[in-house]
Each structure stands twice: as C-alpha cells, then as structure tokens.
T-cell receptor, first 113, second 111 residues
C-alpha cells in the first residue's frame, strides 16, 4: 500500500517532443504528489507538485495530470529540450503524521538534439 | 544563499572505519531527513527528525546513528563501514506546508 510505481524506467525523446512519465499509487490517504528532477551529481530538486483537489497543474512546459479515481498521476514535458535530460522522480505523501515521502523508482530521460 | 548544505561532498574510506556526514539548513525548516541513493538511483529514506525528535527510523542497520543537535542540523554517523554502504547520501528538509528540499549529496565510497 505504501508503494509508488513509476514508468517507464528510461525514456528517449526527440527535441521538441512530449515526454510522459507515469506514476501509480495505492494508498488513498496520500494527498500531496511532487515531482523531482535530478541532474547527474546533484540533489533532487522540486519541479512541480499537485494536490488531489485539482486534475491538472501546469508550470511552463511542465504539466501534472492527476486521476484520483485511477490513483494515477503523470508528468508531461512539452517541447522537450536536451537540457531536460535528467532523472525524474514522482513521490506521494500525506499532509499529516511523519510527512514521509514515498518515491517512485525514477525515470531517466534523454532528449536528443 | 538559503539552502541545504552537506559536508563532505566526497568521502573515500576503508572498510571498518567510522565516518560522519553533516547537514545544515538555513531555510528555517523544522523537519530534516537522511536518504540513501544507490547505484540504481533509488531514493530510500533512512531517518527523519522533527524539532530534534526522531520521527522516522526505517529498517537501517544500527551502525547508522543520526543526531540532531538543533533544528538546523542533522548529522549521520556510520560505524564499521561496509562495502554496501557505498552510495550517495542526501539530506533534505521541509516545513509543515513546504515540499522537501534536498542537499547536494555526499558521495561515499568504501574500499
């Protein structure tokens, strides 16, 4: 119940294309879903986050789509650029208790120039 | 700069040694975390402190001992280092309403 399943494990996209990374969770008590971007040799950095009271959140080229009934959420990167090449992690958390994040296993994105 | 900082950035040591990693945040956060990231990039939480009190203690060998002298600092001491401890260790912090902010990581290599 505590797992967050992330797919695909790796993704190669042409410059200008759309990158899509999917995550699924089981625990309906989760109410906060952040996405992190990690470049080689760096720490994960918060990219965008969503709460289940909205179905979509957009920040620039990055969009989270959230399907509460399916217990799934996804990250869409529009107009993907070589500079977006990184590892992306989804996570899920509850806004109470220990605030523990359950991270997905990560997706290595490579955007070809 | 407001940030989460870690020292050292790199740590190379022999099996059996004892070492410490330090973390400091100047974001005014009250909760801090230690994560281990293995070679497959999987992020595994180890410990969390809230206002200097331990609130998360995952299944971690007792060779690992966290210490939080105050809200802004969380250190990790590792006794009797083993080859399998080689990984990148990340510190993170948050408040009640913020996301977690990660430090730059400490790359530990045990020879």
């Amino acid at each position: 119940q505590q797992q967050v399943k992330q797919s695909p494990q790796s993704l190669i996209v042409q410059k200008g294309g759309i990158s899509i990374i999917n995550c699924a969770y089981e625990n309906t008590a989760f109410d906060y879903f952040p996405w992190y971007q990690q470049f080689p040799g760096k720490g994960p950095a918060l990219l965008i986050a969503i709460r289940p009271d909205v179905s979509e959140k957009k920040e620039g080229r990055f969009t989270i789509s959230f399907n509460k009934s399916a217990k799934q959420f996804s990250l869409h990167i529009m107009d993907s650029q070589p500079g977006d090449s990184a590892t992306y992690f989804c996570a899920a958390s509850m806004s109470s208790g220990t605030y523990k994040y359950i991270f997905g296993t990560g997706t290595r994105l490579k955007v070809l120039a | 700069d407001t940030a989460v900082s870690q020292t050292p950035k790199y740590l190379v040591t022999q099996m059996g040694n004892d070492k410490s990693i330090k973390c400091e945040q100047n974001l005014g956060h009250d909760t801090m975390y230690w994560y281990k990231q293995d070679s497959k990039k999987f992020l595994k939480i180890m410990f969390s402190y809230n206002n200097k009190e331990l609130i998360i203690n995952e299944t971690v060998p007792n060779r690992f001992s966290p210490k939080s002298p105050d809200k802004a600092h969380l250190n990790l001491h590792i006794n009797s280092l083993e080859l399998g401890d080689s990984a990148v260790y990340f510190c993170a912090s948050k408040t009640l309403v913020s996301a977690q902010y990660f430090g730059p990581g400490t790359r530990l290599l045990v020879l």
